[in-house]
């Protein structure tokens, strides 16, 4: 069985930076599930283009961005992320979406 890679992409001075690593950690903690996690630094545009970033704090599981539809946005960017949730606008993304992302990765 393989583990799931986790990456927190993220630029310095983001302030949902930490919330977002909270995040990940506390789903980890509940859940029991085993990853990977990586905190990418994304310093300028250039690189925000090359990793298909979308603004901080993005969260991926195995490549793959876990807001749903995300993979057809096209709007990459050095700046900060405003998720649409069921509890509104938010800095980071709903916890149900990475542990979907989680289970999706672990079957």
Not at 7 to 24: K, M, Q, S, W, Y
Not at 30 to 47: K, L, N
Not at 49 to 70: K, M, N, Q
Request: proline share 7%; charged share 25%.
């Amino acid at each position: 069985m393989s583990v799931p890679r986790i990456e927190i992409l993220t630029f310095d001075g983001c302030p949902n930076r930490f919330a977002a690593i909270e995040l990940v950690d506390r789903i980890l903690g509940e859940t029991g599930m085993v990853a990977s996690v990586e905190i990418v630094d994304v310093p300028d545009p250039e690189t925000a283009a090359t990793l298909h970033f979308l603004g901080s704090p993005t969260i991926r599981v195995g490549g793959r961005d876990i807001e749903p539809g995300a993979a057809q946005r096209r709007d990459f960017a050095l700046a900060c992320r405003v998720y649409k949730t069921d509890a509104g606008l938010q800095g980071q993304p709903d916890a149900r979406w990475l542990i979907d992302a989680l289970e999706r990765a672990a079957a």
